[in-house]
Nanobody
Framework: QVQLVESGGGLVQPGGSLRVSCAAS????????MSWYRQAPGKERELVAS????????NYADSVKGRFTISRDNDKNTVYLQMNSLKPEDTAVYYC?????????WGRGTQVTVSS
């Protein structure tokens, strides 16, 4: 069974940094576009960042450009989201997503809370 397991979430002060990770298993990780989405209370889930393979082309939501960096390690079947200069409005559950053609998988999410 396909697994996407997020980790690294937590509580951080405004202006701080956090890195979340997503470990993938039981599918051909290198073939998939990997993305991070987030969902804040009362809001719709939104795309934060994505990364293709091969090529490693990245795409970011305007709200996180210049602050967040998505990367992937195909040897470790892991995708990362480095988040810097965090703001209270970044508070959300962050979900890992894998997509290839008609196949889409989701992780269960990790909570990120930005608060003083």
């Amino acid at each position: 069974q396909v697994q996407l397991v997020e980790s690294g979430g937590g509580l951080v002060q405004p202006g701080g940094s956090l890195r979340v990770s997503c470990a993938a298993s039981r599918f051909t990780f290198s073939s998939y576009v990997m993305s991070w989405y987030r969902q804040a209370p009362g809001k719709e889930r939104e795309l934060v960042a994505s990364i293709t393979n091969p090529g490693g082309r990245t795409n970011y939501a305007d709200s996180v450009k210049g602050r967040f960096t998505i990367s992937r390690d195909n040897d470790k079947n892991t995708v990362y989201l480095q988040m810097n200069s965090l703001k209270p409005e970044d508070t959300a559950v962050y979900y890992c997503n894998a997509k290839f053609r008609s196949y889409t998988y989701w992780g269960r999410g990790t909570q990120v809370t930005v608060s003083s």
